[in-house]
Protein backbone atom coordinates (compact mmCIF):
# COMPACT_ATOMS: atom_id res chain seq x y z
CA UNK A 1 0.00 0.00 0.00
CA UNK A 2 1.53 3.13 -0.88
CA UNK A 3 1.28 6.21 1.33
CA UNK A 4 -1.30 9.58 0.20
CA UNK A 5 1.12 11.59 -1.83
CA UNK A 6 -0.62 14.27 0.59
CA UNK A 7 0.52 12.50 3.56
CA UNK A 8 3.87 12.29 2.00
CA UNK A 9 4.16 15.70 1.24
CA UNK A 10 3.46 17.16 4.11
CA UNK A 11 5.84 14.60 6.65
CA UNK A 12 8.92 15.89 4.17
CA UNK A 13 7.92 19.76 4.73
CA UNK A 14 7.49 19.34 8.36
CA UNK A 15 10.11 17.16 8.88
CA UNK A 16 12.92 17.44 6.11
CA UNK A 17 13.14 14.17 5.42
CA UNK A 18 14.08 12.71 1.82
CA UNK A 19 10.84 11.68 0.25
CA UNK A 20 11.81 7.95 -0.13
CA UNK A 21 12.74 8.12 4.22
CA UNK A 22 8.99 9.80 4.38
CA UNK A 23 7.42 7.08 2.72
CA UNK A 24 9.56 4.36 5.04
CA UNK A 25 8.66 5.94 8.16
CA UNK A 26 4.66 5.95 6.88
CA UNK A 27 4.53 2.53 5.86
CA UNK A 28 6.35 1.87 9.46
CA UNK A 29 3.53 4.12 11.60
CA UNK A 30 1.10 2.18 8.89
CA UNK A 31 2.35 -1.10 9.17
CA UNK A 32 2.21 -0.36 13.65
CA UNK A 33 -1.20 0.62 13.40
CA UNK A 34 -2.40 -1.88 11.85
CA UNK A 35 -1.46 -5.14 14.29
CA UNK A 36 -5.58 -6.39 15.44
CA UNK A 37 -6.29 -5.68 18.82
CA UNK A 38 -6.54 -9.57 19.71
CA UNK A 39 -2.25 -9.29 18.35
CA UNK A 40 -1.83 -6.68 20.45
CA UNK A 41 -3.16 -8.42 23.85
CA UNK A 42 -1.76 -11.33 23.30
CA UNK A 43 1.81 -9.81 22.11
CA UNK A 44 1.57 -7.16 25.59
CA UNK A 45 0.88 -9.68 27.71
CA UNK A 46 3.62 -12.19 26.32
CA UNK A 47 5.73 -9.14 27.16
CA UNK A 48 4.62 -8.35 30.09
CA UNK A 49 4.67 -11.77 31.55
CA UNK A 50 8.40 -11.73 30.42
CA UNK A 51 8.92 -9.12 33.24
CA UNK A 52 7.50 -10.53 35.88
CA UNK A 53 4.06 -9.07 36.15
CA UNK A 54 0.91 -10.84 37.43
CA UNK A 55 -2.21 -11.36 35.13
CA UNK A 56 -4.28 -8.39 37.28
CA UNK A 57 -2.03 -6.09 37.06
CA UNK A 58 -1.22 -6.90 32.95
CA UNK A 59 -5.09 -7.04 32.49
CA UNK A 60 -5.43 -3.63 33.87
CA UNK A 61 -2.27 -1.91 32.28
CA UNK A 62 -3.76 -3.85 28.62
CA UNK A 63 -6.82 -2.37 28.89
CA UNK A 64 -5.84 1.46 29.60
CA UNK A 65 -3.37 1.57 26.96
CA UNK A 66 -5.76 -0.14 24.36
CA UNK A 67 -7.89 3.41 25.50
CA UNK A 68 -4.99 5.69 23.78
CA UNK A 69 -3.43 2.88 21.08
CA UNK A 70 -4.54 2.51 17.80
CA UNK A 71 -4.94 -0.74 16.33
CA UNK A 72 -6.80 -2.10 13.66
CA UNK A 73 -10.38 -2.30 13.40
CA UNK A 74 -11.71 -5.97 13.43
CA UNK A 75 -12.99 -7.33 11.02
CA UNK A 76 -16.85 -7.26 10.93
CA UNK A 77 -19.62 -9.10 8.72
CA UNK A 78 -22.43 -7.11 6.66
CA UNK A 79 -24.57 -8.59 9.94
CA UNK A 80 -22.41 -6.81 12.68
CA UNK A 81 -22.57 -3.88 10.44
CA UNK A 82 -26.04 -3.88 10.26
CA UNK A 83 -26.57 -4.45 14.02
CA UNK A 84 -23.84 -1.22 14.29
CA UNK A 85 -26.56 0.72 12.51
CA UNK A 86 -30.04 0.05 13.46
CA UNK A 87 -29.65 -1.43 16.88
Request: hydrophobic letters at 45%.
Amino acid sequence: MTPDRALVEHVVASTGLAPAEAVRVIEDVLAFQAEPVEDFVRRRHRELKTYGAKNPEIFARIAAELRDHVVAAPHLTERQLRRLIYT
